[in-house]
Structures are given as structure tokens and as C-alpha cells.
């Protein structure tokens, strides 16, 4: 029987804005590994998006209000701190030289893994952490090209097995995510719809204040 390491989850992601998307996807995490450590990320400038509406300061300050109400759950704030894109490989190299042999996972969408191949270094990823993609409704795995042969490399039926590996595993667990996006949340905004239920009111009472996303400041 493998042994079970100490398990660091990387949540990453521009939360531009923070939604209940990523919470619920942090929370089954959770009910899953109840012991891990679980982080959401910011990047600060993702190199194969638009750069964010909301500033660093700002995404970090979202992140901090919601997750006072979970102290499960961090805010790991070090790629605000370069002035250059947020390759998740640089970023990587930092987290394991700090976890040591920890089982270190970083989740990431179906969609975001189907373009892993597009990355930065992104074959050196693997031998930094496990990779565990997170299936929203009717998303699969690729069956063919670069991506679905890197998969097959690397995959773990098992996604409860994670924790006996340091890296070098690709898990898939299909969830009962909610389909929502920061991006879907925006275009409601643009589109003069509430965002209201997609997200915390907390949230949407900062962007409010703030005037996010073209919203009218509340007086």
C-alpha cells in the first residue's frame, strides 16, 4: 500500500472575479481530502488572456473578504509580485522547492488542460506537481493529439490515490461543478443583467463600490 503524503492544492486563476464557481470546486476538493492544504491563486498577468478588469489589489482584496467567512481555505498572493507574465512552470519550481516530497496538485479545467500543450515549458509541469482536471458538464478529456497522449502518459484512474504521489500523475473527476465563469459574469454586466447569485454578495457589493466591470459606484 503507497503511503499518503501531505497534500497541497493550487487553485490558480485570474478570479476576475472570484466566483461560486471556484469555491464550489475548492469545497469538493475538500470533501475529498479533507486534510489538504488548498489555495487559490491569483495570476497577476496570465500570458494567454486579456489582462483582467479588476487590478491585483483589487482581485486579492475579493479574495481575502470572501474567504474570512472560509479560514479553510488561502489566498496565495505570489505571482502579483512579478512584473512579468505568471508562467504556472516558474511559479511551480518555488511551490515544490517549499513543499518538499509533499503531494503537490494543481487543478485546472478541462478546457485550460485540452491547450496544456500551448503552455510555457509546460512538459516540465509534470515533474513539479500532479495535475487534476476538473470536467464541467459535458467536457471530456482529448482523445487524440499531443494533450491525450500526455494524458495517457501520465493518468490516474484513481483520483483518491493522488495523495500517494508527489507528482508526475494526471488525474480527471468529473464534478457537480456550476457552469459559471468570471467571464459569463462580465458579459451579464456589459449586457445590463445582475450578476446577483453567481457570486458572493460580498463580492458584487465591492464591485459595486469599486465600480467594477462597468458597474455604477453605489453612493
Known amino acids: 500500500m503507497l503511503q499518503q503524503k501531505k497534500m497541497d492544492i493550487i487553485l490558480g486563476g ?5 466566483h461560486f464557481g471556484h469555491l464550489r470546486m475548492t469545497q469538493e476538493m475538500l470533501n475529498r481530502f479533507p486534510d489538504a492544504n488548498v489555495s487559490l491563486m491569483p495570476a497577476a498577468y496570465p500570458p494567454h488572456r486579456p489582462e483582467p478588469g479588476a487590478t491585483p489589489r483589487q482581485r486579492i482584496e475579493m479574495l481575502e473578504r470572501v474567504l474570512k467567512q472560509y479560514p479553510e481555505l488561502k489566498v496565495d498572493s505570489r505571482e502579483l509580485s512579478r512584473p512579468e507574465p505568471s508562467y504556472s512552470v516558474v511559479t511551480l519550481k518555488e511551490i515544490r522547492r517549499e513543499v518538499g516530497n509533499d503531494c503537490l496538485v494543481f487543478l485546472m479545467g478541462a478546457d485550460a488542460f485540452a491547450k496544456i500543450d500551448e503552455w510555457y515549458q509546460w512538459q516540465e509541469l509534470i515533474e513539479l ?8 458538464p459535458s467536457s471530456e478529456i482529448p482523445t487524440a493529439g499531443t ?6 502518459q501520465h493518468a490516474l484512474n484513481d483520483v483518491m490515490q493522488l495523495p ?3 507528482h508526475g ?4 473527476c468529473q464534478m457537480p461543478q456550476l457552469d459559471i465563469s468570471s467571464s459569463y459574469i462580465r458579459e451579464q454586466i456589459n449586457q445590463g443583467f445582475s ?3 453567481l457570486l458572493p454578495d460580498d463580492i458584487l457589493d465591492y464591485m459595486y463600490q469599486h465600480g467594477l466591470y462597468g458597474l455604477n459606484p453605489k453612493s
Open 164 to 166: 500517494s504521489y508527489s
Open 195 to 197: 450578476p446577483r447569485f
Open 14 to 18: 485570474t478570479f476576475d472575479p472570484v
Open 169 to 172: 500523475k494526471v488525474g480527471f
Open 129 to 136: 506537481t500532479n495535475i487534476l482536471v476538473v470536467g464541467r
Open 147 to 152: 494533450v491525450a497522449t500526455f494524458y495517457r
